[in-house]
């Protein structure tokens, strides 16, 4: 496999003219952004009101991802780190405003104005530290709290991130969480090393029904979304992780599904042919919270 | 960058405590048509600083909007609509700066995008 993009060099010298090519010409990177970022918008669940928001896209690049925003008839800002890249969303004439800007370094917004914001596969990149000026927390901690600023209350940011490794994603996930955000990580195609894909879904503001992460589907038998009907074990979303904010004590979940839930759940997969860890007594404990 | 974003826009730069709005230079501005939305429109209505959002457009060359009692009734009203949304939608600085108001420093704008990034000491 090839190594990590993001372990090559710093995002604004990985993303070259030469990769910004890619994302004009290579119809898989082209397909993939557009899957990514359909499925964002869907995990933002705007007001189903038709009405046009103002949404951010986070690591804009090309475009591609914006252009699906566009679209669905939402006005767009764009930012990126790199030039070559955003010179392909130039010359594709996308519709939402460009701006090169390092997330890191923290956004520009004015508070409460943006009704969501999306970002496909960019946030990971602050887990690096390029320079030595960088210290990936205080740069997450610059990114997440200048979005939460800048969201309307209420508002979500949905995220899709490669993190490397259990640390990096608790690294993302607790910056999110200092920054004040609720909301958790939606994990689609779980079972397969290729599709597998996360979204930190989080939510603005206080607590609220919003808060809550995104019903996992294919969880309780309930079929997927219109083209993943094949049943097919690898079309499942499970939500791995549904935190609150920190300090808060959470809830008991009444719907937590219990150590009965996750043994015959196991049983089902063991049936349908796929390597499930043995029970032991630890399956389904109960777990610290970790903020 | 169209208005609406400028609107949106502020200074970043460490020790700056109101980086809005900032100002605009303008070397080069082009128009581009844009499907009107009234709904969108009357969502962000709310959201607009109206004072700078005036003076942006009027030095991008558009001076039609109104200054004064701007009311959420003139939302009604289909000209004001249309000025309105020429000005958030249509008119983008392509070439130019915008200045940070409180430090001077000049974020420069070319083929229409903002160079927003921070010099280290900025951050
Ligand atoms: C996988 S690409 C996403 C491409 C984009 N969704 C598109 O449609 O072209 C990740 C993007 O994140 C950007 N990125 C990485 N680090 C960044 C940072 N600190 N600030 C802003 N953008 C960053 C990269 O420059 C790259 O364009």
Same mark, same amino acid.
């Given at each position: ?35 990514? +970022? ?98 990936? /927390?205080? /740069? ?67 607590? +609220? ?19 993943? +009907? ?12 549904? /935190? ?48 | ?7 949106? #826009? ?10 809005? *709005?900032?100002?605009?230079? !303008? !070397? ?27 003076? !942006? ?8 909007? *109104?200054?004064?009692?701007?009311? *959420?009734?003139? #939302? ?10 020429? !000005? ?25 995008? *903002? ?9």
């Amino acid at each position: 496999m090839a190594a990590r993009p993001e372990l090559q060099a710093p995002p604004e010298i990985f993303y070259d003219q030469s990769e910004a090519r890619k994302y004009t010409s290579s119809s898989r990177i082209i397909d993939i952004q557009a899957k990514l +970022s359909e499925r964002a918008l869907e995990l933002l669940a705007l007001p189903d009101d038709g009405v046009p928001r103002l949404l951010l896209d986070i690591g804009c690049g090309s475009g591609l991802s914006g252009e699906t925003l566009s679209e669905n008839g939402h006005q767009w800002i764009g930012l990126d780190i790199s030039e070559a890249m955003l010179d392909v969303a130039v010359e594709r004439e996308v519709e939402g405003d460009l701006l090169l800007a390092d997330m890191g370094q923290g956004l520009g917004f004015r508070a409460g104005v943006i009704d969501g914001a999306i970002s496909i596969s960019a946030v990971q990149w602050l887990c690096n530290a390029d320079k030595s000026s960088h210290e990936p /927390r205080l /740069r997450l901690k610059a990114f997440f709290g200048s979005l939460y600023r800048s969201l309307a209350r209420g508002a979500r940011a949905v995220l899709q991130v490669y993190p490397q490794n259990v640390a990096q994603r608790e690294l993302i996930l607790g910056s999110a969480m200092r920054a004040g955000f609720a909301g958790g990580v939606v994990v689609d195609y779980p079972h397969s090393s290729k599709s597998r894909k996360e979204y930190l879904v989080l939510t603005c503001g206080p607590p +609220s029904l919003n808060a809550a992460v995104p019903n996992a589907k294919g969880e309780d038998g309930m079929s997927c979304s219109e083209d993943d +009907s094949s049943g097919d074990e690898e079309n499942q979303t499970v939500t791995i992780s549904d /935190r609150n904010r920190p300090r808060k004590k959470r809830k008991l979940d009444k719907k937590s599904k219990g150590k009965d839930w996750v043994l015959r759940k196991k049983e089902q997969l063991r049936r349908k042919g796929s390597s499930v860890p043995a029970d032991t007594k630890y399956t389904a404990r109960k777990r610290k919270s970790r903020f | 960058m169209r208005l609406l974003t400028h609107n949106m #826009l502020s200074s970043t730069i460490k020790g700056v405590s109101n980086g809005f *709005p900032l100002t605009i230079e !303008a !070397a080069k501005v082009v128009e581009k048509q844009v499907d009107m939305n009234s709904d969108f429109l009357k969502n962000i209505f709310s959201k607009i600083e109206w004072k700078p959002f005036v003076e !942006a457009a009027k030095t991008l060359g558009f001076s039609e909007l *109104p200054e004064e009692d701007v009311q *959420p009734s003139l #939302l009604d009203s289909h000209e004001f609509l249309t000025k309105f949304h020429h !000005a958030l939608l249509e008119i983008h600085l392509e070439e130019g700066a915008l200045v940070c108001p409180e430090t001077g420093r000049k974020f420069p704008v070319n083929k229409g995008i *903002p160079n927003m990034l921070l010099l280290e000491d900025e951050v």
